[in-house]
């Protein structure tokens, strides 16, 4: 088994996050969009709210380019995709020239959709590569451990949002079930938290601000 | 040269090292920023005879350059018997003190040798300096070759070409050969390093681990690699690619975060080795290239297989004199400076800038050496659809493994404004692919 220093568990844990974060935001985005047409772009309220990001954003329209592309704003897509890049670019040896390349990539597409007439459209690009990245992680990093630990950022995340979006059962069933991989890493985890949040996701009404909090203070180290 | 397909696919490949992250950082205005390495796709080429005579005076040259290192932090014969005079060693800033008398594994000094060369339009190549600290730059033609190949392929069936793309396996013997027992490392200062592409880069060819001082740590005469999972790995060789004086601030700078505490203690003790060796700065002085031929001399005796550009020391009296009587004919470099840095040249001086050049210069002769301006060739680019001449250096990487190895190929950088001859990337230049050809 290959050696990972502290410093690279927690980049390729924040790598998994971040661009777990701009894949599934970019597609609950364009899903809010898609309702905000008929409701006066009003409902960027309730996405704000649910997403814990708050709202300073002057109009709909201004939420749309300012969350999407803004340099300034830390919640922005763009800010979670330069934070995909800056721990990505510190892990060439462990990922590969090859899967580090589509985050590259979702980086320029993110530029091109932000100069765009249409930026809803090229954001597919974006979308896009993200998913190359994750289908070349799952193609050519050699290493189970570097896998697995990329992965469990990416499912932390996934639950988390989903959590906050109040998502189905059915769906934070999988995603707790998916963060099963954990037990597969030698990453410090709450146990307990992990079988407290299969639980959660079974009982009648879901707690979700209970499934955020559990899935946020699971690992011991990388919060 | 007859035209490629190659030639039409320079954008190709530019989006392709781009798409990559093949870039440097720089620094400008105290702001850090990454910029990339413009590439040009017309390739310099070099014969297979050519390369045969470059690769015996590399060899030669870097052999004598490990001597003298030896020599200078052992013996001093070279001292003693006066063939430098010893104020061009203890004065320059790359003697180290604390190198006295430590023998690094195998005795190797300069493992990868970076040698800055010309060539004249007469033909003839000329030394214009050696790199064996930390030389960057075998990545950018390596990673380039691999798209060019796809790009145009046909280009690479019709020539006959080296591939250059074995760098990393040449690196791992060097690495290998002094490793005392261990995994093998690449220590980087980080992300915010000119050469960061570089480290990462080698790391994954290379298969070496990428650290930063915080992931090593020293314990009990050895150094260990921190697992996450708290195992500690022995460490048994070091591609630093971080200055002397920052490696450990117990031995060297104090106020160094990117160091690691008493690692030179270990190397003292031959339980660990270091690439390239603390110290080296000694024989890459600006000064003391001076002296380089004098060194082949003295330790293989054997004449100079590669000149160096003509070179005058202000430090001596008849070469001031010379430098005085043409000073507008000639280029100066301040010592202490790099990456094109501190180069001035005599002709573009105005009237006061040179009496103020004069007055440092004859106060401080020893940080100067001046240079014949070599009319060196040029060779073209690609300006859009267009081919344009610009000045080009080459930097021929040699390693030293159990013996020495002249890559066969090398970095060509060249200048993108037409009036200048500084080549370097941090001024703007940019870099062609270099081909050895094999037939």
Known sequence: ?223 | MQEMDLYRHTDTVNKLLARYGVRFGIYKNNEFREQLFPFDAIPRMIGKQEFEYLEKGLKQRVMALNLFIRDIYGEKKIIRDRIIPEEFIYAGSGYLAQCEGVCPPKGIYAHISGIDLVQGKNGEWYILEDNLRVPSGASYPMIAREFCRRSSPQTFKDNHIEDNRNYADLLRRTLDHVNTGGHTVILTPGRYNAAYFEHSYLAEKTGAHLVTGSDLIVEGDRLYFLDYSGRREPVGAVYRRISDDYLDPMNFRRESLIGIPHIYDIYRKGNVALLNAPGNGVADDKGIYYFVPKMISYYLGEEPILQNAPTYLPYYEDDMKYVLEKFDSLVLKDVAEAGGYGVVFGSKMTKQQKEDFIALLKKEPRRFIAQEVIDFCDLDIMEGDTRVPRKADLRAFVLMGEEPMVWKSGLTRFSRDPDSFIVNSSQGGGFKDTWVLSQ
């Open chain 1, 1 to 223: 088994m290959g050696i990972i220093s502290v410093e690279n568990t927690d980049r390729l844990y924040w790598l998994g996050r971040y661009s777990e974060r701009v894949y599934t935001t970019i597609r609950l985005f364009a899903a809010s969009y898609d309702n905000m047409i008929d409701s006066a772009l009003a409902d960027y309220k309730e996405f704000c709210r649910r997403l814990d990001i708050p709202n300073v954003y002057k109009s709909g329209g201004d939420f749309v380019r300012t969350y999407c592309f803004s340099t300034e704003d830390p919640n922005s897509i763009l800010s979670n995709l330069t934070r995909a890049y800056d721990n990505g670019i510190t892990l060439r040896e462990e990922i590969g020239s090859e899967t580090l390349s589509y985050i590259q990539l979702a980086v320029y597409a993110m530029n091109k959709a932000k100069d765009s007439a249409a930026p809803l459209i090229e954001l597919q690009e974006v979308t896009d590569n993200l998913l190359a990245f994750w289908g070349m992680a799952d193609d050519s990093i050699d290493s189970e451990n570097v896998r697995n630990i990329l992965k469990v950022g990416k499912r932390v995340e996934r639950l988390d949002l989903y959590a906050r979006l109040h998502m189905p059962r059915e769906q934070m069933r999988r995603e707790v079930h998916r963060l099963s991989r954990i037990e597969r890493t030698q990453l410090k985890y709450r146990k307990e938290y992990l079988k407290e949040l299969n639980v959660l996701v079974d009982s009648p009404e879901i707690d979700y601000y209970e499934v955020v909090s559990k899935v946020e203070s699971l690992l011991e180290d990388h919060a």
